[in-house]
């Protein structure tokens, strides 16, 4: 190619991508439905309020481990094709939930629940409780899980941040505007 194409090549390819780059991104974000377009929600902050025996504890602005997931079993099957590994379902296990804020949360959480643990009175930590989920500049509930036979692991503060991570034995997520007032894990 010659040498008095190359610039002008070079300036229309270099147009083209900054229009891409600027405009092309929409088409990108859920043209077909399949990606879901980015929103002005994802900046925003939530809050997720841990109950206790259907009373109200502690607020949190940050909540991971919501979930279950089962261990895989793997075993080694011979066929004609030589050795293959296959994947089963194993047990059921229930992840940790961990809570973070800034700050110390309600007195109630230190010293009741995690107390009756650092006693070594876990028949009196073990309960059941819910995590409501809502934004912070709404008291409106968004979601809402309920677990079961929940005890305090640890509770850490270091700098100003708090950290709780509870175990428990079951976790169910339930119509955000369910009655509050009705005791976690009757259903």
Known sequence: MRRTYLWPLMILCGAI?????????ARLRGQNGDI???STEASESFVFQLELEGQVVAEYAECFGLGSGNEIE???VQTTVGAIKRKAP??????NIMLR???????QVWSSWRRAMEEGNIKEAMRNGAITMSRAASAEPLARWE???GWPVS?????SSEE???VHEGLQRVAASDDRRRQPGQR
């Open 164 to 166: 709780l991570i509870i």
């Open 36 to 38: 879901a377009p980015l």
């Open 155 to 159: 509770l850490t503060i270091e700098g």
């Open 17 to 25: 991508l900054m229009s891409l780059a600027l405009f092309g991104g």
């Open 74 to 76: 793997e075993t080694v």
């Open 90 to 95: 194993g047990a059921l296990e229930w992840h």
């Open 101 to 107: 804020r800034i700050g110390p949360s309600g007195g």
């Open 147 to 149: 677990f079961t036979h």
